[in-house]
């Protein structure tokens, strides 16, 4: 069975702080890990993926398989980076199926 | 609008209905994606389309529940016999073939079950 999991379901900070949005994910083989985002009044979009290691807006995110973990991750955080954000996760045998966190919504303070 | 549409928005029906809902992906994308929504959740996989063939069913999907995507163009999801416990939100999204992790998703269609 695969799972994951985002402890917390709200996260607030102010502008120029740091943000980190944790994930933690359940998965015997080795799998895709992804942070989607969904801003106000707009569809779920995908943010990032573990493969490509970018940073996109500022974000990354690491893979630490020792800890099962795929936290994202911003140094300045901008008040329009205020969105619900899921991690997602692609297991191996599976071409096609997302398994999502409950979500953390984030609100950057002015 | 290119986007993943769906149809409708919102549907309000009585315990015991049945309901369709219409999701239209991207033109060029072979893949399509359905998922429910619960309040405080995140999406939920239902089902996987690559093109016409229906490849994935995830054990939410019951008896009530069928999808089809008759040309491997847009696809249908009904529920038959609707129950309370079936008011979510419904989306769909859709991928090319080499970037099946790349979902665009749609807005998404409201069920409330009264």
């Known amino acids: 069975a695969q799972r994951v999991t985002q402890p917390e379901k709200l996260l607030s900070v102010f502008k120029g702080a740091p943000v980190e949005l944790k994930c933690n994910y359940s998965?015997?083989?080795?799998?895709?890990l992804f942070w989607y985002v969904q801003y106000s009044r707009q569809r779920l979009q995908l943010l990032l993926r573990?493969?490509s290691r970018e940073s996109i807006k500022g974000f990354t995110a690491d893979l630490n398989k020792g800890e099962t973990s795929f936290h994202l991750k911003k140094p300045f955080a901008q008040e329009e980076d205020s969105a619900m954000y899921y991690c997602?996760?692609?297991?191996?045998?599976?071409?096609?199926?997302?398994?999502f966190g409950q979500g953390t919504i984030l609100t950057v303070h002015p | 609008d290119t986007g993943v549409s769906q149809d409708p928005r919102h549907k309000i029906t009585k315990r015991g209905q049945n309901v369709t809902f219409r999701c239209d992906p991207i033109?060029?994308?072979?893949?399509l994606y359905w998922y429910r929504q619960t309040l405080g959740q995140g999406p939920e996989f239902l089902t996987y389309?690559?093109?016409?063939?229906?490849?994935?069913k995830s054990r939410l999907l019951s008896d009530r529940f069928s999808a089809e995507r008759p040309k491997g163009s847009f696809s249908t999801l009904e529920i038959q016999r609707t129950e309370q416990g079936d008011s979510a939100m419904y989306l769909c999204?859709?991928?090319?073939?080499?970037?099946?992790?790349?979902?665009?998703f749609g807005p998404g269609t409201r069920l409330t079950v009264t």
């Open positions: 999204a859709s991928s090319w073939g080499d970037r099946p992790y790349e979902q665009y």
């Open positions: 998965y015997s083989g080795s799998p895709e």
């Open positions: 573990h493969i």
């Open positions: 997602a996760l692609r297991g191996g045998t599976s071409y096609g199926k997302l398994t």
């Open positions: 033109s060029e994308h072979n893949r």
């Open positions: 389309f690559q093109n016409e063939a229906q490849l994935e």
